[in-house]
């Protein structure tokens, strides 16, 4: 492929400068050069592209067509190239970042472990927004998105972060007065609904529950507020093997069936092309990645013999034993 032929900067400079200010002295000043050089360049550059860049009446410029066609691309290039170069030498040890993320992972993941990051950047300010709003990716006043969805986001950088594992959460206060000894005992229970019901579909379906009488359920609009429910002993939710591995190693959650089955979507790290290049930007991805790595560990050990156990049988079986 051949190189592609672009004029030099200087010029360039010279030309956007000029038609910015309409003034061949003004550009001078800005640039701290002198008149004469500013007006040398300019007809470098018209000589260069064989056109006229400016139309003169005495001491007034006017842009030509062909410089009203080319100041759009210059200037956008210029403006470019100097947000990018801020970016860069943005200090990666201190400054603001906003973080859009899921509810229920910001919530039961990612807060609980925010004096690590402290600890390590403590002149990183971190502005904290619940959400899954696919918007937040190309609005400028976020910074890095932990999403949950199918990763088809386009024009942006984006990582996988985490797959998922679903399965039916419950309080041990609600378990103790209405056991749960079989998948048909479902039937007894509030279902706690994070989505359109697909999620539980896949569940029952792998159960081979799918013709199991339904009784009340409630919908809410994220996970975090049917986990919330959950705990507060309204009925059974799905949680899912990231956010809920800490309610299940407190306590405050148990899961009645062995079984578990893989989320459709999965956790994504997103963020615009240009943000990804931003040394504070990639200070907070890096962290993001390790500390997932360093809590899969512990969570593995905090939630023994809840998320083995789940597995031990196969998910075709109906009525899977109880786990506690």
Not at 78 to 83: K, N
Request: hydrophobic share 45%; charged share 20%.
């Amino acid at each position: 492929m051949p190189a592609k032929r672009l004029p030099p900067l200087n010029p360039l400079r010279a030309f956007e400068a000029t038609a910015r200010h309409g003034s061949l002295t003004k550009a001078a000043g800005e640039l701290n050069v002198t008149h004469g050089a500013i007006s040398h360049q300019i007809r470098a550059l018209e000589q260069s592209l064989n056109v006229k860049l400016f139309d003169r009446a005495g001491q007034k410029l006017k842009l030509s067509p062909h410089g009203a066609e080319l100041l759009p691309a210059v200037s956008s290039a210029f403006d470019g190239i100097a947000a990018a170069t801020q970016r860069m030498t943005r200090p990666c040890s201190s400054g603001a970042l906003s973080v859009s993320c899921v509810p229920a992972l910001l919530s039961l993941w990612l807060i609980p472990r925010l004096g690590s990051f402290t600890a390590q950047y403590p002149d990183i300010r971190l502005k904290l927004i619940g959400s899954n709003d696919a918007a937040d990716i190309r609005s400028p006043d976020i910074d890095v998105c932990v999403h949950y969805g199918d990763g088809s986001w386009t024009d942006c950088w984006l990582k996988k972060w985490s797959d998922l594992e679903l399965f039916p959460v419950v309080s041990p206060t609600l378990i103790n007065n209405r056991p749960i000894r079989t998948v048909r005992d479902l039937a007894d229970h509030v279902m706690l609904h994070a989505d359109d019901g697909r999620e539980w579909h896949t569940w029952l379906a792998a159960a081979d529950a799918l013709d199991l009488t339904r009784g009340q359920r409630h919908h809410m609009s994220d996970a975090h507020l049917a986990i919330g429910a959950a705990i507060h002993g309204h009925g059974v939710a799905l949680g899912d093997s990231v956010t809920a591995s800490g309610l299940l190693a407190k306590g405050q959650l148990v899961t009645p069936f062995n079984l578990s089955v893989p989320a459709v979507d999965a956790f994504y790290v997103v963020c615009r092309n240009e943000v990804k290049s931003a040394p504070i930007a990639q200070v907070f991805i890096d962290w993001l990645f390790a500390e997932r790595d360093q809590s899969a560990v512990g969570a593995d050990a905090a939630v023994a013999g809840q998320i083995a156990i789940r597995r031990r049988r196969s998910p075709q079986k109906q009525g899977a034993a109880a786990a506690g």
